[in-house]
C-alpha cells in the first residue's frame, strides 16, 4: 500500500532535506501543493486531510494552524517545530531514546520531532539517570556547538553574505532561555533545567554537545568505566537505531569529535572521557544538526508510523 505523504513547508531547510530522502521511495506518494497556493488555507486543509502522514515544518504558530485544519482522525502527524515537545498527546520522536519508545511512535497518531541540540544531551544523561549512576536533581551545564544552518533562514543568510568575515565561534541564548530547555528537561529525566550555552560556528551543517560531569559531590562516585558501561548497554538493544557509544580510552584529543564527522549521515554517536582520580568526565555527542538533528529524524520516524524498517532512505 502507497502511503501519501504531505510535506507542509516543503520549500525551507528541513523539508526540502527530508524531501530529497522520499524522493526515490515507491512506498509514498509525495503529496506537492502548488507554489501559489502554499499560503492558502483551504488549500492547506485539503492536503492535510488527504493525507496518511502530515510532516510540518514550519514556524511554531503556523504548525499549531496546520494541525487544527485536520478535521479527521486519519492523518497521522510528525510536527518538527517546537510547538508541541513536551505537549500532552503527543509522542516524543526520539526513537533511541529508551528500549519502548520505538513502539510508542509506532502506535503515535501525533509524533514532535526532537529539536537538534536535546539528542545529544538526552543520549548521554537519560541512561546514567535511569541507571541510577545521576540523580535527577545534578546539576547540569550543556554546551556544544552547531553549524549555522542550525539557525534557520535568517542565520544562513547572514553567515553566506558575511562569508570568510563571519563569527567563527559565536555563543548564543545567553539569556538561559533556550526554547529546547523544556524538552531538555523532561527527556533527560532531570528535574532542574539545565545551563545550557550553545554555539554557532561559521560552517554549515553538523554539530557536537559537551555535558561536563563534575562528580566528586556524589554520594558514590562512579568511574568512567561504570558510565560508559551504562551508556553502551542502554544502546546495545536498540533495534536499528542510529546511536551508537565509542570505544572508551584516555586520548587527550581524537579527529573523531569533529562536528562535522557524521554529517549526511543519521548517526548520533557517543563519546565518554574520564579521569577517575579528579572523579571528573565528559559526554561528548556528535552528529549532524539537519539529520539526526532534524530531517533525517523525521524521516525515520515516519518510517516507524508506516510499520517499515527505520533506516529506510537513510545513510548509516
Not at 565561534?169 to 524538552?183: I, N, Q, S, T, V
Not at 529525566?189 to 559531590?217: H, I, W
Not at 573523531?256 to 554529517?263: G, H, K, M, S
Request: aromatic share 6%; glycine share 10%.
Amino acid at each position: 500500500m502507497v502511503a501519501r505523504v504531505f510535506i507542509d513547508g516543503e520549500a525551507g531547510t528541513t523539508g526540502l532535506q527530508i524531501r530529497e530522502r522520499l524522493a526515490a521511495r515507491r512506498d509514498i506518494e509525495l503529496l506537492s501543493i502548488p507554489d501559489e497556493l502554499r499560503k492558502d488555507t483551504s488549500a492547506r486543509a485539503d492536503y492535510l486531510n488527504k493525507a496518511d502522514v502530515a510532516i510540518l515544518c514550519l514556524p511554531d504558530d503556523a504548525a499549531k494552524e496546520s494541525v487544527a485544519l485536520i478535521e479527521n482522525d486519519t492523518t497521522r502527524v510528525i510536527d518538527a517545530s517546537s510547538a508541541y515537545r513536551v505537549a500532552d498527546g503527543w509522542t516524543y520522536g526520539f526513537a533511541e531514546m529508551d528500549s519502548g519508545q520505538e513502539e510508542r511512535i509506532r502506535n503515535a497518531k501525533r509524533v514532535t520531532n526532537p529539536g537538534c541540540w536535546p539528542q545529544g544531551m538526552i543520549a548521554g544523561l537519560k541512561p546514567l539517570i535511569l541507571a541510577g549512576l545521576l540523580p535527577a536533581d545534578y546539576p547540569v551545564t550543556v554546551n556544544g556547538i552547531s553549524g549555522y544552518s542550525g539557525g534557520g533562514k535568517s542565520m544562513i543568510a547572514d553567515y553566506e553574505a558575511a562569508g570568510a568575515s563571519a563569527n567563527v565561534f559565536g555563543p548564543y541564548a545567553l539569556g538561559f532561555a533556550h526554547k529546547h530547555l523544556p524538552e531538555m528537561t523532561r527527556y533527560s529525566g532531570l528535574s532542574d533545567a539545565p545551563l545550557f550555552t550553545p554555539s554557532v560556528g561559521n560552517y554549515y551543517k553538523g554539530m557536537l554537545t559537551m555535558v561536563p560531569l563534575r562528580l566528586g559531590q556524589l554520594a558514590r562516585v562512579p568511574t568512567g568505566a561504570e558510565i560508559h558501561a551504562a551508556l553502551a548497554d542502554h544502546f546495545a538493544g536498540q533495534n536499528n537505531g542510529f546511536v551508537e557509544v565509542a570505544p572508551l580510552s584516555d586520548l587527550q584529543r581524537s579527529d573523531d569529535l569533529d562536528p562535522q564527522a557524521l554529517n549526511d549521515t543519521n548517526r548520533l554517536r557517543l563519546h565518554v572521557f574520564a579521569n577517575d582520580k579528579r572523579a571528573q568526565a565528559v559526554l561528548i555527542a556528535v552528529y549532524d544538526n539537519l539529520g539526526k538533528g532534524a530531517s533525517g529524524a523525521a524521516v525515520q520516524n515516519l518510517n516507524l508510523l508506516l510499520g517499515v524498517d527505520q533506516s529506510t532512505s537513510l545513510a548509516a
